[in-house]
């Protein structure tokens, strides 16, 4: 009984760590996942910061490039102005040469196209450098623009990545709670699994406890027994407690005359005080069988058929003696023939045939009544 109980209790164990190995694998992908989804946010985060910066550099870039443009149109209004004007002091002059020739008037003319010619280069030269500022900072726009875009795409990329992330821990999340759930239901299933087997463990020992006791009071019995019938030598009978239970071997002579049921006066004397102690004892738990033997040589007489009938009637005999002696319940006892069925002794001999023709009453506690009583409590 103690087996089955610990193996029950293996079992509900077993039963219960699947889904808590389930649970536990499952809580281990979930972590996992929000620890990818983390750093996924954290990414996003570092691309947009970038992305914002890249559009602020962008930003200032194009002003700056609109500023250098507008300073290239301003340029280039001035040199167009410059020769135009150089182009009317050019013609002006050709007609002064043409008039004055080399007079101080034609000098300071010559004197100021020469002037404006130098601002012209000059001009020229800021409207070039300008040009050349514009395509560098165009290029750097350019440059700008590439890395913008090339950011935004990865912060849709990373986007995408951290919606999948977060997909996956949602899914993670679901099945963590539905093994949470298989888990709870385990340990529930368990605790009653538990709680069943130690209530059966308390009933076990109770029940131990309660047939250390019988099998203390069969030894107590037989003690009784042995002393009551003290005036009885073992050629007669025996007394001995066995598995539980208490067999009183009564030997043919000491009963019966050979081939009779009738019990004499002196096996009669022998029941009474068999019957005495019976009648002294709780037999409410307490069956009584007696079982008649005889050896193999076969029989029949007047009256019996052979040994099976024999040994029923000399069982039946005795029965009625101790019911008559020891105010013995009906339903407590029983009357049975074995015939040569079940001999102390399978030699052939006359020793081993007088050893297996015998009356055994046997004293046994009601296992059942026990166990019942146990589990009313």
Not at 190 to 198: C, K, M, Y
Not at 221 to 237: G, P, Q, Y
Not at 305 to 329: C, M, Q, Y
Not at 367 to 376: F, Q, Y
């Amino acid at each position: 009984m103690k087996t089955n109980i610990l193996a029950l209790f293996c079992i509900c164990l077993m039963v219960a760590c699947v889904p808590a190995k389930k649970y536990n694998s499952a809580q281990r992908q979930s972590d996992k996942y929000r620890a990818q989804a983390e750093e996924c946010k954290v990414d996003v985060d570092l691309l947009k910061k970038r992305a914002k910066q890249y559009e602020s550099d962008l930003a200032k870039y194009q002003a700056e490039k609109n500023s250098l443009e507008q300073d290239t149109t301003l340029q280039g209004m001035r040199i167009r102005t410059l020769m135009n004007q150089l182009a009317i002091l050019e013609n002006d002059l050709r007609k002064l040469a043409a008039q004055l020739g080399e007079t101080p008037e034609y000098k300071a003319l010559m004197q100021h196209l020469m002037q404006m010619q130098n601002n012209l280069v000059n001009s020229e030269d800021k409207r070039l450098d300008t040009e050349k500022a514009i395509a560098a900072q165009k290029k750097i726009l350019d440059e700008t623009n590439s890395a913008l875009a090339e950011s935004r795409d990865e912060v849709i990329r990373r986007e995408n990545e951290l919606a999948d992330k977060q997909n996956q821990l949602a899914d993670k999340q679901n099945e963590l709670a539905n093994k949470q759930s298989e888990l709870d239901d385990a340990n529930q299933r368990l605790g009653a699994a538990q709680r069943d087997i130690e209530e059966k463990a308390k009933r076990l020992a109770e029940l131990e406890a309660a047939l250390a006791a019988k099998d203390q009071a069969m030894a107590e019995l037989r003690n009784t027994i042995a002393n009551a019938l003290v005036d009885f030598t073992s050629d007669d009978l025996t007394v001995t407690h066995k598995d539980g239970k208490v067999y009183v071997s009564l030997e043919e002579k000491l009963l019966f005359e050979s081939g009779k049921y009738d019990v004499n006066a002196k096996g009669q004397d022998a029941l009474r005080k068999i019957a005495a102690v019976l009648g002294n004892q709780n037999k409410a738990n307490l069956n009584i069988v007696v079982e008649g033997h005889t050896d193999n040589v076969p029989f029949h007489g007047q009256v019996i058929e052979d040994n099976w009938d024999l040994s029923v009637k000399r069982a039946t005999s005795v029965l009625r003696i101790l019911i008559a002696n020891g105010n013995i319940p009906s339903e407590r006892i029983q009357a049975t023939g074995r015939a040569d069925t079940q001999p102390i002794d399978s030699s052939n001999t006359a020793d081993a045939r007088r050893k297996n023709r015998r009356t055994e009453i046997i004293l046994a506690p009601d296992v059942e009544a026990i166990i019942k009583g146990v589990e009313s409590k």
